[in-house]
């Protein structure tokens, strides 16, 4: 079946760059997101990407898309404290009844330190 | 406009106790959608309702049974709980099945003893 796999833990310096990363293995997925959850709260859609594009940029946030490596990175400009969070990486299920079904990976806790 | 929320915050059970958790969206949305969250685990989906009147099993529904009331509300019904059953449960919402976002509630942290 489908996974989505992401390294768990990522720790950063206050105005350094993160870069989040996640393999997919659904090649059939239309978008591919990344969802942020702070702490006690529920997800939050950060962004996200369709298949057919290979990058994609939102002010601090910019997304990478490596079809053939099914390989999908989250960068963050500049990171500040307010980015410490878990961020989950997503993608659709394939075609067919279970369409819109999201397959997340296990998340990746982002510490920032001052 | 208060989005997607859930009721209650927390919840503590004896194993073989049965609880409702309860899920209201006033987005006006025709699709929700139940998960669970554990430790170093991401959401795995329980149920889904596509729409008002329908409800289909996701990848982990043993053990729980849904009700779509109206379109506003989507129940969760644990009717014997188990200690694996302890996890924080998050509702979502979408427009529709297709609609790349879901929103999701703030969650319920359920401990079953």
């Known amino acids: 079946g489908e996974d989505v796999e992401q390294s768990l833990f990522l720790s950063v310096r206050e105005g350094d760059s993160s870069v989040i990363n996640c393999t997919y293995t659904d090649s059939s997925s239309t978008y591919l997101y990344w969802y942020k959850q702070e702490p006690g709260a529920g997800l939050q859609l950060l962004t996200y990407i369709f298949s057919n594009m290979d990058m994609k940029q939102d002010q601090r946030l910019t997304v990478l898309l490596n079809k053939k490596d099914k390989h999908l990175s989250l960068r963050i400009a500049d990171t500040q404290t307010g980015d410490s969070a878990i961020y989950f990486c997503a993608e659709s299920e394939g075609y067919g009844g279970s369409q819109g079904n999201l397959i997340f990976g296990k998340g990746t806790k982002l510490s920032v330190k001052p | 406009n208060a989005g997607v929320t859930q009721t209650p915050k927390f919840q503590v059970l004896k194993t073989g106790q049965s609880m409702t958790l309860q899920c209201a969206q006033d987005m006006n949305h025709n699709s929700m959608y139940w998960y669970r969250q554990d430790p170093g685990m991401g959401l795995r989906l329980i149920y889904y309702?596509?729409?008002?009147?329908?409800?289909d099993k996701g990848e982990v529904p043993n053990g729980y049974n849904v009700s779509r009331l109206n379109k506003r509300e989507f129940s969760l019904r644990l009717e014997s709980a188990a200690p694996s059953q302890t996890s924080v449960y998050f509702c979502?919402?979408?427009?529709?099945?297709?609609?790349?976002?879901?929103?999701f509630g703030p969650g319920t942290r359920l401990t079953v003893t």
């Open positions: 309702s596509a729409s008002e009147g329908t409800t």
């Open positions: 979502a919402s979408s427009p529709t099945r297709n609609t790349y976002e879901q929103y």
